[in-house]
């Protein structure tokens, strides 16, 4: 696991984030247009989270979870070292791309979307995202920590 120290992961996050929140605004504008409601039992999680206008969010399933960067970019990343991986989920403001509709996975993905509206939008949530994914490791960041936590049903 590669992290960095606190200053470069901050200088990258920086300059990263205004690219990935203008990237995830667009994702969200698609999955909200084309995606499907929240069954009941995952309204009432959402709602139990404190996701504000929890019938607004949207499901999107497809086989791969796009990913913010250009292929050629992804295979040199992996060249070099840097560990890129295909998620199973992935939530972009109230929009949620997912591979399948696994009830564990949607929950995971909604204590992101909480963590977007928490944090005040997609900037805000980027750039925290990839400053503890840069600092500590993607296993180890504080907003994944949180998501696998919260995501167990009580």
Do not use: K
């Amino acid at each position: 696991m590669i992290t960095l120290p606190h200053g470069l992961a901050l200088t990258l996050a920086d300059a990263l984030a205004p690219a990935m929140a203008r990237w995830s605004e667009r994702r969200e504008r698609e999955i909200l247009t084309r995606g499907i409601p929240l069954e009941d039992s995952l309204l009432d999680f959402a709602a139990r989270l404190g996701i504000p206008d929890p019938g607004r969010v949207r499901i999107e399933v497809r086989s791969d979870i796009p990913l913010p960067l250009p292929g050629g970019v992804v295979g040199f990343l992996q060249r070099i070292g840097i560990p890129l991986f295909r998620p199973a989920g992935m939530a972009l403001g109230n929009g949620i791309s997912a591979i399948h509709t696994d009830p564990q996975l949607l929950r995971h993905e909604l204590v992101h979307v909480r963590q977007y509206a928490r944090l005040g939008g997609h900037f805000r949530f980027m750039r925290q995202y990839i400053y503890e994914c840069l600092r500590y490791g993607y296993a180890c960041a504080p907003l994944e920590t949180e998501a696998r936590e919260r995501a167990v049903t009580r």
